[in-house]
């Protein structure tokens, strides 16, 4: 019975060990990819996509503005012609103007 004992506990080290060196090689494979994908040649080109991308923003921003302001003339032309075409109508019922019907 001991001896059983002594074996499975052989077994249970040895699986412990085992696991400990297997995770140890692992984390060191992972640590070297990520010195192989932060070289300065990818690192470069992280960079230069992102200035294009913050020129691209600033782009977007500028044509958002260039956008609202075309929408704001848009409104006020269209207050502006309302407007107009209310106010004849307006003075023509004040001189008391009938139109034939």
Same mark, same amino acid.
């Given at each position: 019975? $001991?001896?059983?004992?002594?074996?499975?506990? *052989?077994?249970?080290?040895?699986?412990?060990?085992?696991?400990?060196? *297997?995770?140890?090689? =692992?984390?060191?494979?992972?640590?070297?990819?990520?010195?192989?994908?932060?070289? +300065?040649?990818?690192?470069?080109?992280? #960079? $230069?996509?992102?200035? #294009? *991308?913050?020129?691209?923003?600033?782009?977007? $921003?500028?044509? &958002?503005?260039? =956008?609202?302001?075309?929408?704001? &003339?848009? #409104?006020?032309?269209?207050?502006?012609?309302?407007? #107009?075409?209310?106010? +004849?109508?307006? &003075? $023509? !019922? &004040? !001189?008391?103007?009938?139109?034939?019907?």
């Amino acid at each position: 019975m $001991d001896k059983a004992i002594f074996e499975d506990a *052989l077994v249970f080290i040895s699986l412990i060990v085992g696991m400990g060196c *297997l995770t140890g090689i =692992i984390v060191t494979m992972l640590k070297r990819r990520a010195k192989q994908v932060a070289s +300065p040649e990818t690192m470069g080109v992280l #960079r $230069d996509i992102s200035d #294009r *991308l913050q020129r691209l923003e600033g782009s977007v $921003d500028t044509v &958002a503005v260039e =956008i609202e302001r075309i929408s704001e &003339a848009q #409104r006020f032309t269209t207050r502006l012609l309302a407007e #107009r075409a209310t106010t +004849p109508a307006l &003075a $023509d !019922k &004040a !001189k008391g103007v009938v139109t034939p019907h």
